[in-house]
């Protein structure tokens, strides 16, 4: 028999916690018979847990945390002076093994420092990155980095390009996902110098590299996994969502402007909800955390109780996919490509005090 | 009376050129009243114009360019070698007063770099940029630069800010533009060094700068103005173009799935014509080149005839709103400002032995 996996999950993070986190979660548990761990202050969440009649007898536990983190809060400052932060604790569970996987719709930065300093990389990767999963019309495509990182290497990009790849076979189910670098055209001539060398590295690697693509290319379904970095990633993140919303708010006042209108906007509600399925975030559940040794599933600040539910199932997939341990493959079959042009980057200055004293 | 303008086209340029050009140019011509100058290779092009019979009654004239620029050419190379093309011939009337303004659906570097080099830059003005005007919930948005510079300094970036807000005032007749720098997120502590220190020289500057923006924000309405450098921008356009194309495909799809949605959408059908209309590149013309001096529309390369006559119909509106005039009085005012970390430019450098030796 399989292992029941267990969830940690970020109790105290998003706008709409901790009543949406507690109310998808339950909801999750009754569905996919995850174990759940509720990280956060005791008080509030077994307020709300009580609020469900039926949760006592759920395998959903309390860790708690007396700290919440703030939206607006310094990232480092989560792994320097909040340790006993719903954030910090839940980290502290999936690496020590307590936890299979972690959900978070809290401050996205603190996840990703409290990854990186707590649950630690994966050899060869140096710097996590945040990978948004894209509705298209063929299916699913994920970008990375969509937050993580503003500035990148060529090296950099690379490793997203294969983190990704991983991620695509093993977790979308992707055969051989076609892996693209995000320009402003499609031909070798485009790009900035960073862009151009990303490329050069790409398409001497064991990905299936089309080369560059371009935003539009994400939604078509021309590629299946787009690399870029972290400032570009969130500015074609937050526009297809701008772009989305913007067009229903449009499609709604237009179909409710005349009585014609009205009539067929009855007759086609089936295909609207459809549609709105296929395209909502909700449904998607979140981000993948890539490059730290473990599954951590980031998902929307505005996360309702759906998202919160998705995002479970999307870290139990995860978690059972077992993405980590295939990812490691991937990256020795790249090692040297992954080293051209590479100094000791920031972040492993910065973590290398760190390291030696926690060995120490 | 007022003078009636007279607009030069790049009748060779875009994908479906000289057809669809010469047919737009037609429809323009009749519906506008605007003196046209068709500039290309001859022989097609008054084959074109006399499948059209009452052409022979229009102001509409052909100036012989026997070189054609391609998509794929290098844009420096039409200044250089392709001295007799359509967009370098074209330029040339605009330059010398012989055209009021020129509209190209062509190789859009090609143009940039003939504005630059023919047309010149205003005074004051480092870069050209090209301003994408975005359909939005509220009416219309710019966002520059879409293309023309792929990296910019933070003084580039104030420059397509001023320029863009001189554009939205008396072109799109926007009262007092809300402008904002592109970022990904809204909070001053987001974005890179060169969006930090824009962001410093726009809170002093005499717009109504309302800070960072996401690329959300440009299609709900909340921001008239985006400043961004080139790649960004482009990703932007290429991410919303490919969304729009991408839900309307999608809702097409799960409208004819039934017979229900089949007959919802027969009663709704104005309803989509109406928001198709809103959202469609071909209603509205084009881009306009930032910076040099004289009213320039670069359209969209897939242009048809629709699209071509509403580029007409822009580049006569930019024509008549006298905003290069303008333009020179906010770019006075905020001069100061703009010499902030400024050394002289590559383009500065490029362009001093071909003004000297024309100057001699």
Redesign the interface.
């Known amino acids: 028999m399989k292992k029941r996996l267990k969830i940690a999950i970020d109790a105290m993070g998003g706008d709409n916690a901790p009543q949406a986190v507690v109310d998808g979660a339950v909801e999750a548990c009754r569905e996919y018979g995850t174990e759940l761990v509720l990280v956060g202050h005791k008080d509030p969440l077994s307020a709300y847990l009580k609020r469900h009649p039926s949760s006592s007898y759920l395998p959903i536990s309390i860790k708690h945390a007396s700290e919440v983190v703030k939206m607006?809060d310094?990232p480092l400052d989560v792994v320097r002076k909040k340790k006993d932060s719903s954030i910090h604790r839940a980290m502290e569970l999936l690496a020590t093994k307590k936890a299979d996987a972690f959900v978070s719709a809290g401050n996205s930065g603190a996840v990703v420092s409290a990854g990186l300093f707590v649950l630690k990389r994966i050899k060869g990767i140096d710097r996590p990155s945040i990978a948004a999963i894209m509705p298209?019309?063929a299916g699913k495509a994920m970008v990375a980095d969509v937050?993580a990182n503003?500035?990148c290497k060529p090296y950099h990009l690379a490793q997203f390009a294969i983190m990704c790849s991983v991620y695509s076979r093993y977790f979308l189910h992707c055969k051989n996902p076609r892996v693209g670098i995000?320009c402003?055209?499609e031909?070798e001539?485009k790009?900035?110098d960073t862009i151009k060398q990303a490329h050069s590295l790409l398409k001497n690697s064991s990905l299936n590299y089309i080369g560059f693509v371009?935003?539009?290319?994400?939604?078509?379904g021309n590629v299946d996994v787009v690399a870029?970095d972290?400032?570009?990633g969130?500015?074609?993140?937050?526009?297809?969502?701008?772009?989305?919303?913007?067009?229903g708010?449009?499609?709604k006042e237009?179909?409710t402007?005349?009585l014609?209108?009205k009539?067929?906007?009855?007759?086609?509600?089936?295909?609207?909800e459809?549609?709105k399925k296929?395209?909502d975030y909700a449904e998607y559940g979140g981000a993948p955390l890539l490059g730290v040794n473990g599954p951590v599933i980031i998902s929307h600040g505005r996360s309702n109780a759906l998202a919160v539910k998705n995002a479970i199932r999307a870290a139990r997939d995860l978690a059972s996919s077992e993405v980590v341990h295939h990812l490691q493959n991937d990256l020795d079959v790249n090692k040297d490509l992954l080293s051209i042009g590479k100094k000791p980057s920031i972040i492993d200055r910065m973590l290398s005090p760190i390291q030696k004293k926690q060995n120490s």
């Open positions: 607006e310094n298209t019309l937050g503003n500035i995000l402003n055209g031909e001539t790009g900035t371009e935003g539009g290319d994400v939604f078509n870029c972290g400032f570009t969130n500015v074609l993140l937050k526009t297809a969502e701008g772009v989305a919303e913007s067009l708010s449009a499609l237009e179909l402007r005349g014609l209108s009539i067929g906007y009855l007759f086609s509600r089936r295909a609207f459809s549609l296929r395209f």
